[in-house]
């Protein structure tokens, strides 16, 4: 579940930058608020009162999963995960091969 929200999330995150970066701003920018470019669909203003209202909304389901998924996740790591507080196993040497037996004595 947490990899589903977690991808959706990704998702309405890129939306929410593409929104914000076609809007225009102060100084024109990247906006693509001018009549010239949309044609007839819709005016300057109208085109301006999309952007904001999608961006309002992009912004609260951006929130709204941002807390969702602390809230799903905030048991699942403490001290017990940490790597500073359970450091890995001490690796020992291999043991070394047996000592060979001495030759016994003859036996006549």
Do not use: C, D, Y
């Not at 970066?21 to 669909?41: A, D, H, K, N, V």
């Not at 209202?53 to 017990?80: D, E, H, P, Q, Y």
Request: hydrophobic share 50%.
């Amino acid at each position: 579940m947490t990899a589903v929200l977690l991808i959706v999330h990704l998702f309405v995150t890129l939306a929410l930058i593409g929104v914000v970066l076609i809007q225009r701003s102060e100084g024109g920018g990247l906006g693509i608020g001018s009549s010239q470019g949309m044609g007839s669909f819709m005016s300057g203003r109208g085109t301006a009162n999309l952007l904001t209202r999608t961006t309002a909304i992009l912004a609260a389901i951006f929130m709204a999963l941002s807390l969702t998924l602390a809230l799903m996740n905030r048991g699942t790591t403490g001290v017990a995960g940490s790597l500073l507080a359970n450091p890995p196993p001490a690796t020992t040497a291999p043991a070394a091969p047996p000592a060979p037996k001495p030759p016994s004595a003859p036996t006549n």
